[in-house]
């Protein structure tokens, strides 16, 4: 049997690996990570830790018929219904992390860091939200 574990806890450490990713693979040469794969697997790492978060303080998931997937304005909708003022953040997270990271692998070390900064809001956002 598995052992459920916090999922905000959870969270925060899918954003810990991210860092660690970042600090102990990717290298760099001044302002930029010279191997965008690292990035990659940081940006979506980090992104999956806000989904974890998102998943433990909404009912996006719960809302869905079965075997269906939620998509960002799902996340979206759930979060606006709680705080309106967190869909900005939310926007910067999925577009930073996720896309420009995730997917483009973008380079530039402060875009990284402020990423991932917006992945922290969210997932301190979240666990204003949560309830066990």
């Not at 998943?55 to 997937?69: C, F, I, M, P, S």
């Not at 003022?85 to 990271?101: I, R, T, V």
Request: glycine share 6%; aromatic share 10%.
């Amino acid at each position: 049997m598995a052992i459920q574990k916090h999922p905000i806890k959870e969270a925060e450490r899918y954003l810990e690996n991210a860092k660690q990713i970042l600090s102990e693979k990717a290298e760099k040469d001044g302002d930029y990570y010279t191997d965008p794969k690292y990035v990659k697997m940081a940006g979506n790492t980090a992104w999956n830790g806000v989904l974890v978060a998102l998943d433990a303080a909404t009912d996006v998931r719960k809302n869905l018929k079965k075997g269906q997937r939620p998509d960002f304005k799902d996340y979206q909708n759930a979060v606006a219904k709680k705080d309106r003022k967190m869909n900005f953040p939310l926007l910067g997270a999925y577009e930073s992390l996720h896309k420009a990271l995730g997917y483009d692998g973008n380079p530039n070390y402060k875009i990284v860091r402020a990423s991932l900064e917006q992945g922290k809001m969210i997932i301190d956002w979240a666990a204003k939200h949560y309830k066990e």
